[in-house]
């Protein structure tokens, strides 16, 4: 069970837009700790996506944004392609734990 | 920045897992940079397990979760870092990661290959 809550899948169609929530609570996001999103391609490490809650590192395409608000985050993808299929996981930093948090995960299939 | 992972792909229960990552690019005495290890399952999923970083000394930090049992020490010398996992069970299997962060970011910019640990007999 994770710190941070994602919902395991989601699905769109090309060209479609779907959005992937990440609920915490009072001790991390809540907390005002940034949320960060990673992409993670099967065999191959997480790529930091989105950081600071709305930013994307360079070569991140505009389709993809970030927002925070309260307890919870959300990663928005428009205009779905295929090549956005792959696993998605947001992370923040939890003052109880002490230490670096990170959401289950959510599988991305474009139908 | 890379991060190159290496070390055995096997350990044996109750025994000691020892994984390095080689920087290039950057420096693990870096002001500005903490060196972490992140392990993934898929029990457990991401899991931080702990770092280390150099301003004006060493500190290191570790998960609660391994905090008796993990080690992170830098090896300047070689500009890399290390972990090591004691007493392992089989619930230690998992794919492991190194890791950079930036000061104050909190988040994970660059990542090793990650390396698939497995501890059986």
């Known amino acids: 069970q994770s710190v941070l809550t994602q919902p395991p899948s989601v699905s769109g169609a090309p060209g479609q837009r779907v959005t992937i929530s990440c609920i915490g609570s009072?001790?991390?996001?809540?907390?005002?700790?940034?949320v960060h999103w990673y992409q993670q391609l099967p065999g191959t490490a997480p790529k930091l996506h989105i950081y600071?809650?709305?930013n994307r590192p360079s070569g991140v395409p505009d389709r993809f944004s970030g927002s925070k608000s309260g307890t919870s985050a959300s990663l928005a993808i428009t205009g779905l392609q295929a090549e956005d299929e792959a696993d998605y996981y947001c992370?923040?930093?939890?003052?109880?734990?002490?230490?670096?948090?990170f959401g289950g995960g959510t599988k991305l299939t474009v139908l | 920045v890379q991060l190159q992972q290496s070390g055995p792909g096997l350990v044996e229960p109750s025994q000691t897992l020892s994984l390095s990552c080689a920087i290039s690019?950057?420096?693990?005495?870096?002001?500005?940079?903490?060196w972490n290890w992140i392990r993934q399952s898929p029990s457990i999923g991401l899991e931080w397990l702990g770092r280390?970083?150099?301003?004006?000394?060493?500190?290191?930090d570790s998960a609660v979760s391994v905090k008796s049992r993990i080690t992170v020490n830098p090896d300047t010398s070689n500009n890399q870092f290390s972990m090591q996992l004691s007493s392992v069970t089989p619930e230690d299997t998992a794919v492991y990661y190194c890791?950079?962060?930036?000061?104050?970011?909190?988040?994970?910019?660059?990542w090793g290959q990650g390396t698939l640990v497995t501890v059986s007999s």
């Open positions: 890791a950079r962060e930036v000061a104050g970011t909190y988040n994970f910019d660059y």
């Open positions: 690019g950057d420096s693990v005495s870096s002001n500005s940079a903490a």
């Open positions: 280390t970083y150099y301003r004006s000394r060493w500190y290191y």
């Open positions: 009072s001790s991390n996001i809540g907390a005002g700790y940034d």
């Open positions: 600071g809650n709305s």
């Open positions: 992370q923040s930093y939890d003052s109880s734990l002490r230490g670096w948090v």
